[in-house]
Nanobody, 120 residues
Framework: QDQIVESGGGLVQPGGSLRLSCVASPSIFNQNTMAWYRQAPGNEREVVAIVTHGRTKTYADSVQGRFRISRDNNQNTVYLQMNSLKPEDTAVYYC??????????????WGQGTQVTVSE
């Protein structure tokens, strides 16, 4: 059964840091490239960071140098360390498997996400 649980969001001031965690069921996590996504109000969901099973990482230009994705293959867990947060990082953050060519937009299952708010 597919299951994703994200946690770690919250309210933080600009320049602050948060660490998000995501535990996924083996059906989603095993051998798969995983990613963090985010969706701000009025915007489409977008890819933030990607990590392959072999831990090759890719970042959106908007977070390059500030965010760091990692995974623990023994714990079916993906992390997102977010530093130097900006108000424009405010969004609900989700994790899920990743497939290129925008195939990830066709996924039928998503977790509840975790809210990140960057504000004074």
């Amino acid at each position: 059964q597919d299951q994703i649980v994200e946690s770690g969001g919250g309210l933080v001031q600009p320049g602050g840091s948060l660490r998000l965690s995501c535990v996924a069921s083996p059906s989603i996590f095993n051998q798969n490239t995983m990613a963090w996504y985010r969706q701000a109000p009025g915007n489409e969901r977008e890819v933030v960071a990607i990590v392959t099973h072999g831990r090759t990482k890719t970042y959106a230009d908007s977070v390059q140098g500030r965010f760091r994705i990692s995974r623990d293959n023994n714990q079916n867990t993906v992390y997102l360390q977010m530093n130097s947060l900006k108000p424009e990082d405010t969004a609900v953050y989700y994790c899920n498997a990743y497939m290129g060519s925008n195939l990830w937009t066709k996924f039928g299952y998503w977790g509840q996400g975790t809210q990140v708010t960057v504000s004074e």
